[in-house]
């Protein structure tokens, strides 16, 4: 991933200019080379490639690179790079390959035929969002629009993104017509934001220590080692063992660890994860390592509760 550039003016003497910056990408392109067989994948994907720099320069931008199955562009202002998205999805409306796009408005430095900078990771963010056959983008492109093909941006939901320090508004770019009764009702922003107002919190115990997690972006870690925001004791658990975090109004428990984590919720069959992640709901415990074989074994194990804040 690239380095960010938070400021316009960098100090190297390169400077930080506002732009439009798109991904693109092909989706499944893995699975086609086992369906189709090399020849005619790779044949599916080059024409793919060359349909989307075609779509990006007939709209007026630039195609930075392209990187495997996927294309980077540049553009001087957001109508531009939304044309280029909804052309890149209608050349490949009756293809066998599907696409993703995302892109958004930002500061990114330009230097020798490449971009660089918060815009870039944010773009690249956005398109990782988006399901084939979607364009995503941000409040700022929104806000920059003169009009969208087929109807008004649609607000999706505003979303933490990994390296980005505030959330983000993510709206969906309608680009084709859709028959109304079968077109997805997407939700008003009110009912979205009050979906994400309900305040919960999470409690982990471990070892006579309690740590409360609250549904604000709050952020534990649990291991081995005690600078670890809780402490897990049992011997086969990792230094860092695993992060918890509340996202989009639900607690993900996310395992780094070396012998992965059983979650058992009271009166379920256990759910290990390893080097993955899952939802921590109702209450029960995390056993760091190893599957307790009884109630005196889970002693070393981290008891967890969900609960409504202030119940």
Same mark, same amino acid.
């Given at each position: 991933?690239?380095?960010?550039?938070?400021?316009?003016?960098?100090?190297?003497?390169?400077?930080?200019?506002?732009?439009?910056?798109?991904?693109?990408?092909?989706?499944?392109?893995?699975?086609?080379?086992?369906?189709?067989?090399?020849?005619?994948?790779?044949?599916?994907?080059?024409?793919?490639?060359?349909?989307?720099?075609?779509?990006?320069?007939?709209?007026?931008?630039?195609?930075?690179?392209?990187?495997?199955?996927?294309?980077?562009?540049?553009?001087?202002?957001?109508?531009?790079?939304?044309?280029?998205?909804?052309?890149?999805?209608?050349?490949?409306?009756?293809?066998?390959?599907?696409?993703?796009?995302?892109?958004?408005?930002?500061?990114?430095?330009?230097?020798?035929?490449?971009?660089?900078?918060?815009?870039?990771?944010?773009?690249?963010?956005?398109?990782?969002?988006?399901?084939?056959?979607?364009?995503?983008?941000?409040?700022?492109?929104?806000?920059?629009?003169?009009?969208?093909?087929?109807?008004?941006?649609q607000l999706l939901d505003v979303l933490p993104l990994r390296g980005v320090d505030t959330p983000l508004s993510i709206y969906r770019i309608p680009w084709e017509l859709q028959n109304l009764d079968t077109a997805t009702q997407v939700a008003t922003s009110r009912e979205l934001h009050g979906r994400r107002t309900v305040?919960?919190?999470?409690?982990?115990?471990?070892?006579?220590?309690?740590?409360?997690?609250?549904?604000?972006?709050?952020?534990?870690?649990?291991?081995?080692?005690?600078?670890?925001?809780?402490?897990?004791?049992? *011997?086969?658990?990792?230094?860092?063992?695993?992060?918890?975090?509340?996202?989009?109004?639900?607690?993900?428990?996310?395992?780094?660890?070396?012998?992965? *984590?059983?979650?058992?919720?009271?009166?379920?069959?256990?759910?290990?994860?390893?080097?993955?992640?899952? *939802?921590?709901?109702?209450?029960?415990?995390?056993?760091?390592?190893?599957?307790?074989?009884?109630?005196?074994?889970?002693?070393?194990?981290?008891?967890?509760?969900?609960?409504?804040?202030?119940?």
């Open positions: 991933m690239v380095e960010l550039a938070q400021d316009a003016d960098t100090g190297s003497g390169k400077v930080a200019t506002p732009m439009a910056i798109l991904f693109a990408d092909i989706g499944g392109s893995t699975s086609l080379y086992q369906r189709a067989g090399d020849s005619q994948a790779h044949q599916l994907i080059t024409d793919s490639l060359t349909n989307m720099r075609n779509a990006v320069e007939t709209a007026g931008g630039e195609l930075l690179r392209t990187v495997g199955d996927a294309v980077l562009a540049r553009f001087e202002d957001c109508d531009t790079a939304c044309a280029a998205a909804v052309a890149i999805q209608e050349v490949h409306r009756n293809s066998p390959l599907s696409v993703r796009v995302g892109f958004h408005w930002g500061l990114a430095i330009s230097d020798r035929g490449d971009v660089y900078g918060n815009a870039v990771n944010i773009a690249a963010r956005v398109s990782g969002l988006a399901n084939t056959h979607e364009i995503m983008t941000t409040q700022e492109v929104v806000d920059r629009l003169s009009a969208t093909p087929c109807g008004p941006a305040n919960l919190e999470l409690e982990l115990c471990s070892a006579g220590k309690t740590v409360v997690l609250q549904s604000n972006g709050q952020k534990c870690t649990i291991g081995r080692s005690d600078d670890n925001t809780l402490q897990a004791m049992h *011997t086969a658990a990792s230094r860092v063992h695993a992060t918890i975090e509340c996202k989009q109004g639900k607690y993900v428990l996310e395992d780094i660890s070396t012998n992965g *984590t059983y979650v058992i919720k009271n009166g379920q069959p256990y759910v290990f994860v390893h080097r993955d992640s899952v *939802t921590i709901d109702g209450a029960g415990i995390l056993a760091t390592g190893y599957l307790p074989k009884d109630e005196q074994d889970e002693g070393g194990a981290i008891q967890f509760l969900t609960r409504f804040a202030g119940s």
